[in-house]
């Protein structure tokens, strides 16, 4: 018959022989194992503590990179490729439309090909497809176009006679006449826009 002592304050362990009074000293192993397995439990919660940290910024980072990919556009505006386009419906001049869309990021909208200008189009058509500011202008040399974001005018769409230069026209106006065509007009008047700007 064996009995278990622990000798208090001192962390030695033996095993009593009930029988033959004989001790045996046991604890060494144990000890020496003890103080391993705490240290092994610790660096086991550190790595889990550190692998749940990585899960949740990989988790939120995934989750950024697929609303950027959604929308691409802030909230209101319509992408087409790399750009995004608001129509504002408040009339203004030219010159305030353009300061309305740079305090969004933005100038007024370019237009490069047929297909963007029916992108354009169709944010205007829900509004009736009124006559609407787009970012072309002559203002700095009669007859040069310019875009307002520095992009190359290499694109137009002009209705026939147009652009005329009537009473100093020198902003370009979208959806004239029954082709909803493009026409140079005097830059103060009051007109809603079209906003444009990089994704
Ligand atoms: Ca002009
Ligand atoms: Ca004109």
Redesign the pocket.
Known sequence: MWSVHEYINTGVRAVHNLHTGRLKLLADTEKRERPSIKRDTMKLLVVSALLCGLMVLTTAASKRHLVKRSTGCPFGWTRNSDRCFLFVPTAMSWARAERNCLSMGANLASVHSSSEYKTIQSLTAPHGNPKTWIGGT??PQ??IWLWSDGSSFHYSYWCPEE?T?GQ???CIQMNYGDSKCWD?MGCDRHLPSVCAKKV
């Open positions: 002559d203002a009669e007859g652009p230069n100093n026209q020198h140079d």
